[in-house]
């Protein structure tokens, strides 16, 4: 069994910066990707940043040049580095692991609200 958990995020004012973090435990030999999604009021949920094994990266067009993914394999945790943040950034942010096996595990989800 794999548990996630999510720490980081709150309340920040437009421009300024949070960090987010997610830590994996439980039976874990390798994870193949990791990823941090967001869901706002009324939205679907949608990929922000998701980086591979390889350690290849891919952000949403929104949070280019502004957010960073990174992880730390030998803590099986992953990252992400928000930075010029903006009330559009507003919403429930998840962390999402993809196992070799296929299967798929989520993060509590942690708000973020950047007021304007």
């Known amino acids: 069994q794999v548990q996630l958990v999510q720490s980081g995020g709150g309340l920040v004012q437009a421009g300024g910066s949070l960090r987010l973090s997610c830590a994996a435990s439980g039976s874990i030999f390798s994870i193949y990707a990791m990823g941090w999604y967001r869901q706002a009021p009324g939205k679907q949920r949608e990929l922000v940043a998701g980086v591979t094994s390889l350690g290849i990266t891919n952000y949403a067009d929104s949070v280019k040049g502004r957010f960073t993914i990174s992880r730390d394999n030998a803590k099986n945790t992953v990252y992400l580095q928000m930075n010029s943040l903006k009330p559009d950034d507003t919403a429930v942010y998840y962390c999402?692991?993809?196992?070799?096996?296929?299967?798929?595990?989520w993060g509590q989800g942690t708000q973020v609200t950047v007021s304007s």
């Open positions: 999402n692991f993809v196992f070799p096996s296929g299967h798929v595990y």
